[in-house]
């Protein structure tokens, strides 16, 4: 952007302008094409172009943008229109301080210095100039950075031009201290803490993230119809054709938002306007789960680490195999063998909180689990009557050496089994050194997660 001259602005806002004219002149020009010459006809027309040329000039469009349209337009990310098209409420320029955690999809990830408009849709054609392309950046980017090679561009009278700068700038960036709703916005009444008891809620007040459902909607279209999708999807009858796979969007529905079409529909906001006022649904459904990532002990089982708890460490077990396989033994393959234990440790140690937070107390009794293990994933028995002899042994804590001992086996037998040929390189040196690495995991999560081991 730094490399952006005053001359380079002045180019694209002329340019700008004199397409704006053209368009507007085509339809005149035609008739005065057809016009008898000399005829009182001709005259007119004539005049209707000069008064054109006149109305769309430099001067005269940057002094009704500036003092007219600027006034007339709201520019943000959330629009109140969005949620009902009779809406007055106030409009947002969301810019968010903090990123979404991983598989939330949000705003967050949408907005860059992307905005939208609002407001009288005769004055959109401002939202247009602030859109024009230089060297790669748009004039409105140009304006909120208040970049230097925009003096003087907008008027040859540099004291004008400063004047109708100021006015673009303050159009861009106006945000609402005190933003207010309207009778038809929707209403949630959010609980806070003791909400019933205190009447404490806040009272949330949803609007339409138009440019978050722009990039959705253009991202979704441009998969379905791009060439080859439209291709694959063909080809899929053809014998003679060779098969691909494609992209279907039957679970999606849409509606209509402003009427439909892009001038009824820009009345809710100008990127409403691109979209021809859909707007896409996804099918929102609550997730589906296989038996398989359900974790359970079988009562015969004799030991918690089992293949069934290998299968639900799988990636991170990968992970090891993979730092394993690697021919050298410097200081960061040894880190990311300490990375994968931990990572197998932290799997253990979750399906184990599982385990004493889910299952009733007492159900070990009808196990066929270590009584180490009974005492580690069992610890709510210790509180039942007549079960004074599990709670000492518990309170002794000698089972965690037991269990420790038990992984540590456990794990040198999957290492075995997977490299049979490098099975003698795991021996009892090998074996103390998973011990000591397991002792340090859990002890750390004896600080972090009190209960788990205790």
Known sequence: ???????????????????????????????????????????????????????????????????????????????????????????????????????IVGSQQALG???????????????????IQIQGNKLRDLLIGKHPSLEGVFSDDIAASKKYQESFYNSLTSTQESPKASGVNKQLLWPMQNAIKEDSYHNLLPLHPTILIYKAFTKIENARNSEDNKKNKTNRYKKSSESAPYVTTSSIAKCILGGGGFLKSRNVS?????????????????????????????????????????????????????????????KDIRDQRKEALDLILGQILQMAAYVQQSFPAGWSENYQLKMAHKLWLDPLRANQEGQTAFKQQRERGEWVQTVMQDFALWLNNLLQTRFKKQATAFDDMEFIEWRREIEATIKASQRNNAGIFS
């Open 1 to 103: 952007m730094e490399s952006i001259t005053r001359d380079d602005v002045i180019q694209a806002i002329d340019q700008y302008l004199s397409e704006q004219l053209q368009s507007k002149l085509e339809p005149e020009q035609k008739k005065l094409d057809k016009a008898e010459p000399g005829s009182d006809s001709e005259a007119n027309i004539l005049k209707s172009i000069e008064n054109t040329k006149h109305k769309y000039s430099k001067p005269m469009r940057m002094e009704v943008f500036a003092t007219k349209l600027a006034k007339q337009l709201t520019f943000g990310s959330h629009f109140s229109k969005g949620i009902h098209p009779d809406s007055k409420g106030d409009n947002i320029n969301f810019r968010p301080q903090n990123n979404l955690p991983n598989g």
């Open 113 to 131: 210095n992307e905005l939208d408009a609002s407001g009288n849709s005769a004055a959109l054609p401002l939202a247009d100039f602030f859109d």
């Open 270 to 330: 100008a990127i409403t306007g691109l979209q021809g006022g859909v707007n896409l649904l996804l099918e929102s459904l609550p997730p589906t789960y296989s038996r398989q990532q359900d974790f359970s002990l079988s009562k015969r089982q004799e030991s918690f680490f089992s293949r069934s708890m290998a299968y639900h460490c799988y990636e991170a077990l990968q992970m090891l195999y993979a730092v394993i396989e690697a021919a050298n033994s410097n």
